[in-house]
């Protein structure tokens, strides 16, 4: 049996997931845990990597390793591989000014026309012009700008700092993939390229695509689907990794006519598609996708925490609160949850916070606050659907997914905050396995085709009233 690993190395956690290559069966599984914060050490997420490597039994008997994982977050590098300063996560909004600073100097219009997304606080890009002007002396350091996943894989691959790793800091083995770079606003889905002048102006200074001559902040290079990056000092082929969104669409198989929607940290609504997408608003990003393709998504900074948020708050388990959320009606007797509590990224208001409208003595009830949470969430995840149709995507199905997807009220709630049928598939580490697919991929020279198990859809249950109060509620924010 030839073995292929794939990671998933989220915000909150590490996954390792050991698949057979010619079925596709979990053999094996890892986890550990990552820090809180919006700013994490990296070193905490090598750490992580290596006991859920540990925790799966190891990479002894693995052909092939992939490793995917939280997009935009910026790992700055000194000359000796050193990390500067703690990783900036994507969900850190500290460069929401950065992100309009740029956009008025660039204009949004020209953002997307050239690397296919327009500033947030999300975006590497804006988090190296605010560690330009906040910490001009780490700024001065930096050598090298990685992503997440591209640190961890240089790491796997056995770079790193001198006493520290078995290769020593050679900058120019970094490597990532088109959809972790399309996430950066100076890397195009649509061009393949990086758009260096756009990568100057947000860090005042110039850079370069490793392994390229000249001088400057050294990028990851770009590999295709099926590259692979190296080898573990041990001989482990490393696929090139992904973003996290990219590789659930990679893990699901995810095709024409399907809109996958994400219920994790964050909540994300996404398509593969055939050609690229520019949205001057900036609503959607026209990120690229992990298997040659585009990946037209919005993302929301509130979604499961917003249920975990008021399930604390009610003192009750995730259980409890589907059976408060399910025994209230369809719109919860008029209590709307607006549920901004990070600030939020679609719509790009980051100073934003959550509040609850259309309370009267009558409603103010356990099952309507559980109920008005559900739907709250649902909604931004539905206005997400409707910004993706306006730039051309037309689905056929919603896939939902995520640890919330699973909870009895998410999936019946979608039903009736969707227009479209919702298809719940089996629980499973689809980032991981998207990873699992690159693995393969790199090793065979072709995309393996793992079946994906799924509940049957659920019946289009489509209540107006809920959309209708929570667009109403949202109307002056």
């Not at 260096?196 to 005042?204: E, H, M, T, V, Y």
Request: charged share 20%.
């Amino acid at each position: 049996m030839t073995l292929v690993a794939g990671v998933d190395s989220s915000t909150q956690s590490c996954k390792v997931v050991v698949r057979d290559l010619e079925t596709g069966a979990v053999v094996r599984y890892g986890r550990a845990a990552h820090p809180d914060g919006t700013e994490v050490d990296p070193a905490a997420w090598w750490v992580a990597l290596q006991q859920a490597i540990e925790e799966a039994g190891g990479l002894d008997d693995v052909a092939a390793v992939s490793i995917a994982g939280q997009q935009h977050g910026m790992v700055t590098l000194d000359a000796q591989g050193r990390v500067v300063r703690d990783a900036l996560l994507w969900n850190d909004t500290r460069s929401a000014q950065a992100a309009r600073d740029l956009i008025d100097e660039v204009g949004a219009a020209e953002y997307a026309a050239r690397v296919g997304v327009v500033p947030v606080a999300s975006f590497t890009a804006t988090k190296l012009r605010w560690l330009r002007d906040a910490e001009p002396a780490n700024a001065e350091r930096v050598a090298a700008v990685a992503l997440p996943h591209d640190w961890l894989t240089w790491r796997l691959l056995g770079y790193g700092p001198e006493g520290e790793s078995e290769l020593g800091p050679d900058l120019d083995a970094l490597t990532t993939d088109r959809s972790d770079a399309s996430g950066t606003a100076y890397w195009g889905a649509a061009s393949g390229a990086y758009d260096l002048d756009l990568f100057s102006r947000a860090f005042g200074r110039a850079a370069r695509e490793a392994g390229t001559a000249g001088d400057g902040i050294v990028l990851p290079r770009v590999l295709g689907p099926a590259e692979s990056a190296g080898r573990t000092p041990s001989g482990v082929l490393v696929g090139p990794g992904a973003g996290d969104n990219a590789g659930a669409a990679l893990g699901l198989g995810a095709a024409d006519g399907d809109v996958v929607v994400s219920i994790g940290t964050s909540g994300t609504v996404f398509a593969v598609t055939d050609a690229p997408v520019s949205d001057e608003s900036g609503t959607v990003a026209g990120f690229a996708d992990a298997s040659g393709l585009s990946l037209p998504l919005i993302a929301t900074l509130n979604a499961a925490r917003v249920i975990s948020s008021i399930s604390g708050l009610l003192s009750v388990d995730f259980d409890e609160l589907a059976d408060l959320a399910l025994s209230a009606e369809p719109g919860a007797e008029g209590v709307v949850l607006v549920p901004y509590f990070e600030g939020e990224r679609t719509p790009n208001l980051p100073d934003a916070t959550a509040s609850i409208h259309g309370l009267t003595i009558a409603s103010t009830r356990p099952s309507t606050f559980a109920r008005a949470a559900i739907e709250g969430m649902l909604c931004g995840l539905a206005d997400g659907l409707d910004a993706v149709r306006a730039v051309g995507v037309r689905e056929k199905r919603v896939l939902l997914i995520g640890g919330a997807a699973q909870n009895r009220a998410v999936a019946a709630i979608a039903a009736q905050v969707f227009d479209a049928p919702v298809v719940v598939p089996a629980p499973g580490e689809y980032v991981a396995n998207g990873a699992a697919v690159q693995a393969a991929w790199a090793l065979t020279g072709e995309r393996p085709e793992w079946t994906v198990d799924a509940a049957p859809a659920l019946a289009v249950d489509t209540r107006p009233v809920i959309r209708e109060q929570y667009a109403r509620a949202t109307a002056g924010v």
